[in-house]
DNA sequence: CTTGACAATGGACAAGCGTTCACCTAAACA
DNA sequence: TGTTTAGGTGAACGCTTGTCCATTGTCAAG
């Protein structure tokens, strides 16, 4: 039986711990890849030997309301958060940049992107009407050392991150040795990338290959 | 469905009409309903009679690298936004990130948001990592000029400000001459405040009698 | 002891969906 | 004149994927 007192408009903690994870590697993929998993790859992460194991997770998550999907469609999930902000296994030291709603006196109107296409300032996202917010993709990352100052970039600043795939001459952030750093991508035709920190005190260059690249710099944010 | 604007934020170089409906749509469908369609669904809608036609259109757009897919996998797209490089033109996901009008200059006051009227572009920046606390006031002023150079703050950077009054060592915008400049706010006690430029070649010194300051400067904003 | 949630196995089916082949039209080259 | 590029039809083929069946086991509550 169902046991969440009525005065609660989102229960969502009463969550079993299997299902927080299942939860959070949807979102997780969701916010890596820009698409939702499939139920055979959900169940590929947990190692689980029936795809069926998934389903009851995910029959189970519908039911709690936190989750929604089309039936018989395929990856097409939508997650209801009331956001509990709990844990998310981002990258250490970043702040999540998630569920903040647009501030400003734009709010009125949704704007259909296809016809707005090309006024800016009219293309607004309306969380109210979507009801769920489909990317939260990027997030702030402190930066620490300095090894980008010849990119004026110090420690201290916070710099926006997009997960997505490097181009040549990108600033990414790396995971390194535990920690992430920024430095530039480097990645010319027919040869593997490397990166490179941008402090001519700095030489060294670092194998791509080795490291999990997070993410491209949109933007530098400094506090004054 | 009118295209009265001249310039679309994507990189629609080569993207023929067809080609920019359908990556419009796809966008579109994503941003409503949170996952991307299916083939089938794109065909329905602009009513093709094969998937063909729109498997053509999906070739097409990855050949031109604005679209990428993972082969035979369901509504797994990935759309490569050119929002990369340069841009005082944002991206058209406001997802998540506070939104802050930038403003070119200006006259007298403080800008109007509410029409966004004197708006040259908008700026998007993870709330948590600039800490504004007034955010609905706030608002980003584009710098001009190296009057502030050795603040680390440079030509075309954003500045984000937060209308109030300026204490001693703050970096205000400051009406002179028609136009809002930063300047950093000196005001010793027993002494009248001036204003001062943060480059050793600029040497002068502002009277704060006849200019207008207009906000304090909470944070820089730069693109990469 | 029984009931019911929770978790998972194993296998199988059918619909969803991407992909391809053959073929067609029209315009733009050259 | 042929060739290329953009756009489209029609019909399959087969992998992907959601779904459902029966079954096993644990654990806490009634």
Redesign the pocket.
Known sequence: ?DKRSPKHLYTMKDL????KEILEFIEHHEWRNGF??????I?EK?????????????R?LE??DVLE????????FRIHRPDDGDSTQLPKEAHEVVDIPIVGAIAAGYPDRVEGAGEIGRLQVDIGSAGFSSQRRSFALQVRGDSMVDAEIYDGDRVVIEPRDAHDGDIVAALIDGETTLKRYIKKAGEPPYLKAENKFYPELYPVTELCVQGVAKAVVRNL
């Open positions: 039986m079993t711990q299997r299902q939702w998993p499939s139920i055979r790859e169940q947990f190692e689980f030997k029936s795809t069926n194991a998934v389903m009851g997770h995910l189970a039911k709690k999907r089309i039936p018989g469609q395929a990856r097409t």
